[in-house]
């Protein structure tokens, strides 16, 4: 959850701006724009960017975990 937010927020916030500077009125249009923009590039380069970035302290000891679940199988 950190990691998504430490992509989403930089994001939220240019994109807030953008829509101030080009005045998109009303609020309800806003919403729609900002949505449509920020949930595709949050889902298709935000977190597959953040999780390769992050991956070495995200997945940290997963793998570790499946070589003790096979060791002890045969005893």
């Known amino acids: 959850m950190l990691v998504k937010w ?11 701006y953008l829509m101030k500077w080009i ?5 309800w249009f806003k ?4 949505t449509a923009i920020l949930v595709p590039l949050l889902n298709y380069v935000i ?3 953040m ?3 992050f ?3 995200l997945y940290k ?4 975990e499946e070589q003790h679940k096979s060791i002890n199988i045969g005893s």
């Open 61 to 64: 000891g997963i793998d570790e």
């Open 55 to 57: 991956s070495e302290w």
């Open 31 to 34: 919403l729609i724009c900002t």
């Open 6 to 16: 430490l992509g989403l927020y930089p994001l939220l916030v240019a994109v807030s």
């Open 47 to 49: 977190t597959p960017l």
């Open 51 to 53: 999780d390769s970035l």
């Open 23 to 27: 005045s998109v009125e009303p609020l």
